[in-house]
Nanobody, 121 residues
Framework: QVQLLESGGKLVQVGGSLRLSCAAS????????MGWFCQAPVKEREFVAF????????TYADSVKGRFTIARDNAKSTVYLQMNSLKHEDTALYYC??????????????WGQGTQVTVSS
Protein backbone atom coordinates (compact mmCIF):
# COMPACT_ATOMS: atom_id res chain seq x y z
CA GLN A 1 0.00 0.00 0.00
CA VAL A 2 1.20 3.51 -0.83
CA GLN A 3 -0.09 6.73 0.68
CA LEU A 4 0.33 9.96 -1.30
CA LEU A 5 0.10 13.50 0.00
CA GLU A 6 0.17 16.41 -2.40
CA SER A 7 1.03 20.00 -1.55
CA GLY A 8 1.91 23.25 -3.25
CA GLY A 9 -1.31 24.13 -5.00
CA LYS A 10 -2.44 27.75 -4.76
CA LEU A 11 -3.69 30.78 -6.66
CA VAL A 12 -1.14 32.05 -9.18
CA GLN A 13 -1.20 34.57 -11.99
CA VAL A 14 -1.09 33.77 -15.68
CA GLY A 15 2.52 33.33 -16.75
CA GLY A 16 3.61 32.44 -13.26
CA SER A 17 5.25 29.32 -11.86
CA LEU A 18 4.39 26.79 -9.21
CA ARG A 19 5.94 23.61 -7.86
CA LEU A 20 3.74 20.78 -6.64
CA SER A 21 5.10 18.11 -4.32
CA CYS A 22 3.87 14.63 -3.57
CA ALA A 23 5.23 12.77 -0.56
CA ALA A 24 4.86 9.00 -0.68
CA SER A 25 4.88 6.59 2.21
CA UNK A 26 3.99 3.02 2.96
CA UNK A 27 6.41 1.00 0.86
CA UNK A 28 9.62 1.27 -1.13
CA UNK A 29 9.33 4.45 -3.13
CA UNK A 30 12.34 4.12 -5.36
CA UNK A 31 11.06 1.35 -7.57
CA UNK A 32 7.55 2.47 -8.47
CA UNK A 33 6.44 4.70 -11.33
CA MET A 34 4.81 8.01 -10.42
CA GLY A 35 2.75 10.59 -12.20
CA TRP A 36 0.42 13.56 -12.11
CA PHE A 37 -3.13 13.97 -13.39
CA CYS A 38 -5.47 16.92 -13.29
CA GLN A 39 -9.20 17.44 -13.30
CA ALA A 40 -10.86 20.72 -14.16
CA PRO A 41 -14.49 21.45 -13.25
CA VAL A 42 -16.98 19.43 -15.34
CA LYS A 43 -14.11 17.66 -17.12
CA GLU A 44 -12.67 14.18 -17.00
CA ARG A 45 -9.45 13.52 -15.11
CA GLU A 46 -6.54 13.94 -17.53
CA PHE A 47 -2.97 12.70 -17.66
CA VAL A 48 -0.30 15.37 -17.11
CA ALA A 49 3.08 13.72 -16.59
CA PHE A 50 4.76 10.40 -15.79
CA UNK A 51 8.16 9.40 -14.45
CA UNK A 52 9.51 5.89 -14.36
CA UNK A 53 11.85 4.64 -11.66
CA UNK A 54 14.85 3.14 -13.41
CA UNK A 55 15.78 4.65 -15.74
CA UNK A 56 13.88 7.82 -14.92
CA UNK A 57 12.19 8.25 -18.27
CA UNK A 58 9.45 10.86 -18.46
CA THR A 59 6.33 11.38 -20.54
CA TYR A 60 4.13 14.48 -20.78
CA ALA A 61 0.76 15.44 -22.11
CA ASP A 62 1.09 17.56 -25.25
CA SER A 63 -0.60 20.47 -23.50
CA VAL A 64 2.20 20.80 -20.93
CA LYS A 65 5.31 19.85 -22.92
CA GLY A 66 7.98 22.48 -22.59
CA ARG A 67 6.21 24.10 -19.63
CA PHE A 68 5.98 21.40 -16.95
CA THR A 69 8.73 19.17 -15.60
CA ILE A 70 8.30 16.07 -13.47
CA ALA A 71 11.12 14.94 -11.23
CA ARG A 72 11.62 12.61 -8.29
CA ASP A 73 13.84 12.49 -5.24
CA ASN A 74 13.98 8.88 -4.11
CA ALA A 75 15.88 9.78 -0.95
CA LYS A 76 12.93 11.96 0.11
CA SER A 77 10.25 9.67 -1.37
CA THR A 78 8.89 12.71 -3.16
CA VAL A 79 7.87 13.50 -6.71
CA TYR A 80 7.59 17.06 -8.00
CA LEU A 81 5.80 18.86 -10.78
CA GLN A 82 7.42 22.14 -11.77
CA MET A 83 4.84 24.21 -13.61
CA ASN A 84 6.01 27.23 -15.62
CA SER A 85 4.27 29.67 -17.97
CA LEU A 86 0.94 28.81 -16.39
CA LYS A 87 -2.25 29.42 -18.37
CA HIS A 88 -5.90 29.82 -17.36
CA GLU A 89 -6.59 26.35 -18.74
CA ASP A 90 -4.12 24.82 -16.26
CA THR A 91 -6.62 25.56 -13.49
CA ALA A 92 -7.56 22.19 -12.01
CA LEU A 93 -7.28 19.83 -9.09
CA TYR A 94 -3.94 18.07 -9.47
CA TYR A 95 -3.60 14.48 -8.32
CA CYS A 96 -0.45 12.55 -7.61
CA UNK A 97 -0.52 8.90 -8.71
CA UNK A 98 1.76 5.93 -8.16
CA UNK A 99 2.31 2.33 -9.10
CA UNK A 100 0.75 0.59 -12.05
CA UNK A 101 2.38 0.89 -15.45
CA UNK A 102 2.68 2.99 -18.57
CA UNK A 103 1.37 1.24 -21.65
CA UNK A 104 -0.09 3.59 -24.23
CA UNK A 105 -1.08 5.70 -21.26
CA UNK A 106 -0.45 5.73 -17.52
CA UNK A 107 -2.59 3.43 -15.39
CA UNK A 108 -1.72 3.98 -11.73
CA UNK A 109 -2.85 2.02 -8.73
CA UNK A 110 -2.63 4.62 -5.98
CA TRP A 111 -4.01 8.17 -5.86
CA GLY A 112 -3.57 11.18 -3.65
CA GLN A 113 -6.37 13.50 -2.54
CA GLY A 114 -5.40 16.32 -4.87
CA THR A 115 -4.15 19.88 -4.55
CA GLN A 116 -5.91 22.83 -6.18
CA VAL A 117 -4.14 25.03 -8.71
CA THR A 118 -5.95 28.18 -9.80
CA VAL A 119 -4.48 30.41 -12.50
CA SER A 120 -5.95 33.88 -12.80
CA SER A 121 -5.17 37.20 -14.37
Amino acid sequence: QVQLLESGGKLVQVGGSLRLSCAASGRTFGNIPMGWFCQAPVKEREFVAFINWLPCGTTYADSVKGRFTIARDNAKSTVYLQMNSLKHEDTALYYCAAGGKYSGGYYPVYWGQGTQVTVSS
